[in-house]
């Protein structure tokens, strides 16, 4: 049996218009007197993760400068085709020995820090030790507005992510969410990212389209519940303000 081997995935290329910065990606801001991409990838190295990828676009020398000396693999996302297609991007230069791959988003990640590292743990233990087509994690948030909704069946068995734009009112009220952490398989990605159809409204590829595929075909697909994590999107400049409070308060 092919011995297991995690890497990583950071999805960095997004322009981030929101947060309103102009000649650099927002992921090289400033959270806590480090680079957000920074923190991520110092996280990743600390769980003895070494084969890291960073998929970059939108003023990707700045990101590029950012982590010059931590020995990352970069992949540019030439057109921003949205998430399904960056992570195609990532999985295209990761090398042919890793087996599975975490994936995390270039801006909210910069929360998981030493405190994560058991569910964390939980999440890889659950992927390299099955044969899932991949493991994801779950968390539980007071206001979940405007995040993906975890629906379950009777039983607690994952249904679908319902985006909330797109979620009734009683799938409204669901607090568990997902924070966009992942474990794929590599072998499953590179089966199925190419079958990922573009959203007929935007026209772009969504990672999430991965997890409807999966129940659809009836693979194994499973979650990781991190319950009460501190956790946040980092989109404008209110809420880089809100994520320094929030560090302020993971330091405590």
Not at 132 to 150: D, M, S, W, Y
Request: glycine share 8%; aromatic share 6%.
């Amino acid at each position: 049996m092919k011995e297991r081997k995690l890497g990583a995935i950071i999805l960095a290329a997004g322009q981030g218009k929101r947060m309103q910065v102009d000649g650099i990606n927002k992921v090289t801001m400033h959270l806590d007197n480090k680079p957000i991409i920074a923190h991520i990838v110092h996280f990743m190295k600390g769980i003895s993760i070494d084969t890291i990828v960073v998929v970059i676009g939108h003023a990707k020398e700045s990101v590029m400068q950012t982590l010059e000396k931590e020995n990352v693999i970069f992949a540019e996302q030439k057109e921003r085709l949205g998430t399904g297609h960056a992570l195609q991007v990532g999985v295209d230069v990761l090398p042919e020995d890793v087996t599975d791959v975490f994936v995390v988003y270039g801006d909210d990640a910069v929360f998981y820090n030493s405190k994560h590292i058991p569910v964390m743990k939980q999440l890889f233990d659950e992927q390299l030790s099955s044969n899932a087509a991949f493991t994801f994690l779950t968390i539980e948030q007071e206001n979940p507005a405007g995040l993906g909704r975890i629906v379950r069946d009777e039983k607690g068995n994952l249904q679908a992510i319902i985006e909330s734009k797109d979620a009734t009112e009683e799938q409204l009220k669901i607090k568990e969410i997902n924070p966009g952490c992942f474990v794929f398989s590599t072998e499953f990605l590179r089966t199925y990212l190419p079958k990922v159809a573009p959203s007929p409204v935007t026209g772009e590829y969504y990672l999430t389209s991965l997890i409807d595929l999966a129940i659809q075909d009836k693979l194994e697909v499973k979650t990781v519940k991190g319950g009460h994590m501190a956790w946040r999107g980092v989109n404008t400049k209110e809420e880089l303000e809100e994520a320094e409070r929030l560090f302020a308060e993971l330091k405590d």
